[in-house]
């Protein structure tokens, strides 16, 4: 007598398809993995200080999403300590920021241990890989000391530098995959 024995097919728990569930429901959810900040939101604060947890100024969050054009267009804000926002303009492309003097007054910025820009992307992925000066357009005296980054947040500090009208400052970043989720 040849005996066959059958295979009893395999049993899924609630929880696998749960999981196959939410996995085949969040999928769509991204739009794309590129090396790009282009469509991805944005935070853009100015903040001065010799010590961070004691800001003589920090400025409102400005929230925008990167597209085409100017991200943000920062005016006075109200002073704080006897100092303000200088205006400035910011546009972010794909993989670089550039911030423009155009709208302000010449001068010194005020001189503090950092007295900046404080760029946020908000994500759960590490989206930045480094941040330098692109010096092809920058016409500012800035050095790559003056840029940090880390994986979401690039801080570009401009204290005690001068500037007027044709001021403009471009920091390269270098942009990793990182899956840009839809709302």
Do not use: W
Not at 22 to 44: D, I, K
Not at 69 to 93: H, K, S, T
Not at 139 to 144: H, K, Q, R, S, W
């Amino acid at each position: 007598m040849h005996l066959r024995y059958r295979r009893k097919p395999p049993r899924h728990s609630t929880l696998s398809a749960l999981v196959f569930i939410g996995v085949v429901c969040v999928l769509p959810a991204f739009v794309n993995a590129e090396q790009t900040l282009t469509g991805r939101s944005v935070e853009f604060s100015v903040q001065t200080y010799n010590d961070p947890q004691n800001p003589f100024f920090a400025g409102r969050v400005h929230k925008a999403i990167v597209s085409e054009g100017i991200e943000f267009g920062l005016g006075r804000e109200g002073a704080q300590n006897n100092m303000d926002v200088v205006p400035i303009l910011v546009d972010i492309d794909e993989n670089s920021i550039e911030i423009s003097f155009s709208i302000s007054d010449p001068g010194i910025l005020a001189s503090a241990r950092f007295n900046g820009y404080i760029i946020k992307f908000p994500t759960d992925c590490a989206l930045l890989r480094g941040a330098r000066i692109d010096q092809d357009n920058t016409n500012v005296e800035i050095d790559n000391k003056r840029i940090s980054n880390d994986a979401t947040t690039v801080m570009v500090n401009v204290s005690g530098l001068r500037n007027d009208r044709t001021s403009r400052i471009a920091v390269d970043l270098d942009v990793r995959d990182c899956p840009l989720f839809s709302s």
